[in-house]
Antibody, heavy 118, light 110 residues
Framework: QVQLQESGPGLVKPSQTLSLTCTVS??????????WSWIRQHPGKGLEWIGY???????YYNPSLKSRLTISVDTSKNQFSLKLSSVTAADTAVYYC??????????WGQGTLVTVSS | QSALTQPPSASGSPGQSVTISCTGT?????????VAWYQQHPGKAPKLIIY???KRPSGVPDRFSGSKSGNTASLTVSGLQAEDEADYYC??????????FGTGTKVTIL
């Protein structure tokens, strides 16, 4: 069974870049068949799809975040990453990594809270 | 890409049924049979309970069922149990390799 674990700073200053990594175990990113995804949830609010990447490096982003967003993959480490630039308080959220095999987002990490504050 | 519309809350007594709606447009819910539903307990990650409108992943009780008509999808939870008290979110493929989530519904067991 695939397991995912988010890691990265829990506090980011406004205007800086938020960087998170998702480490995958129990499966290989390189095996294909899954889109490796990022989803966030603002405190007390609903879910927001951020974007995803295929093992080949093809990326698909939420249009509302596209100008600030980079998702990358490191197949050698079985990890994929999120970088969101020029953050503001509105980017404070729990960030989840998840898999999407075409049947919905089926495996999720536990989530990590990122707070944007000076 | 606007969030899909769900009622903020729904409730039912143990053993009863509750149905949650998820309204989108012809560009998302109405255009594709890729509607999914997620259950989220407080402080936990969401869990996939329905995919492709009405399919259940292995291990999900058949008390959970999904359907779609036009631009609106629905999740029905039958035989409500205490552990069904949670937030529920729908999602849909929205074309151009994008996804959109619903606004979420809090289900309360009376």
């Amino acid at each position: 069974q695939v397991q995912l674990q988010e890691s990265g700073p829990g506090l980011v200053k406004p205007s800086q870049t938020l960087s998170l990594t998702c480490t995958v175990s129990g499966g290989s990113i390189s095996s294909g068949g899954y889109y490796w995804s990022w989803i966030r949830q603002h405190p007390g609010k609903g879910l927001e799809w951020i974007g995803y990447i295929y093992y080949s490096g093809s990326t698909y982003y939420n249009p509302s975040l596209k100008s600030r967003l980079t998702i990358s993959v490191d197949t050698s480490k079985n990890q994929f990453s999120l970088k969101l630039s020029s953050v503001t308080a509105a980017d404070t959220a729990v960030y989840y990594c998840a898999t999407n095999g075409g049947e919905g987002f089926d495996y999720w990490g536990q989530g990590t809270l990122v707070t944007v504050s000076s | 890409q606007s969030a899909l519309t769900q009622p903020p809350s729904a409730s039912g007594s143990p053993g009863q049924s509750v149905t949650i709606s998820c309204t989108g447009t012809s560009s998302d819910v109405g255009g594709y049979n890729y509607v999914a539903w997620y259950q989220q307990h407080p402080g936990k990650a969401p869990k996939l309970i329905i995919y492709e409108v009405n399919k259940r992943p292995s291990g999900v009780p058949d008390r959970f069922s999904g359907s779609k008509s036009g631009n609106t999808a629905s999740l029905t939870v039958s035989g409500l149990q205490a552990e069904d008290e949670a937030d529920y979110y729908c999602s849909s493929f929205a074309g151009s390799n994008a996804y959109v989530f619903g606004t979420g519904t809090k289900v309360t067991i009376l």
